[in-house]
């Protein structure tokens, strides 16, 4: 079994920066697409950002040119770059991951989710 650990989430002001990590322990055959997703208040878990195994990466339109993901295969950690930060990305941010637990068996998971708070 996978476990997802997150940090880095804060308050910061308009304009400002904050780096999310997330890194996977536990058993595994792979690990697959990992990425970020966010949640705010009143309103559905929605994409941010993928990376795969390879480091294709996929953005949501809200954030192109704005935030950046990459991953660290050896280490299994995935992190998120969020600059120029806007207030509408209030919200809390939740690390997804994709994995095998055998060579046929796929699995996905969440971690706890960080808020990231950006005040006008």
């Known amino acids: 079994q996978v476990q997802l650990v997150e940090s880095g989430g804060g308050l910061v002001q308009a304009g400002g920066s904050l780096r999310l990590s997330c890194a996977a322990s536990g058993r595994f055959f792979s690990l697959g697409t990992m990425g970020w997703y966010h949640q705010a208040p009143g309103s559905q878990r929605e994409l941010v950002a993928t990376?795969?195994?390879?480091?294709?990466?996929n953005y949501a339109d809200s954030v192109k040119g704005r935030f950046s993901i990459s991953r660290d295969n050896a280490k299994n950690t995935v992190s998120l770059q969020m600059n120029s930060l806007k207030p509408e990305d209030t919200a809390v941010y939740y690390c997804?991951?994709?994995?095998?637990?055998?060579?046929?068996?796929?699995?996905?998971?969440w971690g706890q989710g960080t808020l990231v708070t950006v005040s006008s």
């Open positions: 990376i795969t195994s390879g480091g294709t990466t």
């Open positions: 997804n991951a994709n994995y095998r637990s055998n060579p046929v068996r796929n699995l996905e998971v």
